[in-house]
């Protein structure tokens, strides 16, 4: 079976691999501990770089071989969000930890959020991004494009 996706146990660490989100585990293969709120991670290379496109407006943001970036109206993709209340003007972050990139509201009044698979995540701590994955920030809907 090829490993596209992972999810850590956050009991024991260990990955659970597995190769399409139908076939997710609710389970550690490890240790049993439920799975049920922790979201898959892509397994793959190094991420070089995110593309993030409004999902109305089909206009994109492009940053490339970053370790951390701020978001807002004032910071950057401030081109790509609407000057609006709901956006702060330092709404959000996203990292680049172990191989993997995650984002976390900066205590904005609307919040961050991340929906996967119909299932929405509050970003108040780091969530992992996920390819294909939206990014929610009031009305807004940002589609993620992590590049390899």
């Known amino acids: 079976m090829n490993n596209r996706f992972i999810i850590v146990c956050p009991k024991c660490q260990q990955d659970n691999g597995f190769d399409k989100l139908s076939n997710r585990p609710a389970a550690c293969k490890n240790c049993g501990a439920a799975l049920a709120d922790s979201l898959p991670a892509e397994k793959q290379k190094t991420p070089v770089g995110i593309i993030i496109t409004n999902q109305e407006s089909n206009d994109n943001f492009i940053l490339k071989f970053f370790e951390l970036a701020f978001f807002g109206r004032e910071h950057m993709g ?13 709404h959000f972050l996203i990292k680049l930890s172990k191989n993997q990139y995650y984002i976390q509201d900066l205590g904005s ?10 299932t929405q995540t509050d970003c108040k701590e780091p969530v992992p991004l996920v390819d294909g994955g939206t990014i929610i920030l009031g009305k807004d809907r940002f589609t993620v494009n992590i590049q390899y």
């Open 78 to 90: 401030k081109t790509l969000f609407r000057p609006h209340v709901e956006i702060s003007r330092r």
């Open 109 to 118: 009044m609307a919040g961050t959020f991340f929906e996967l698979d119909g």
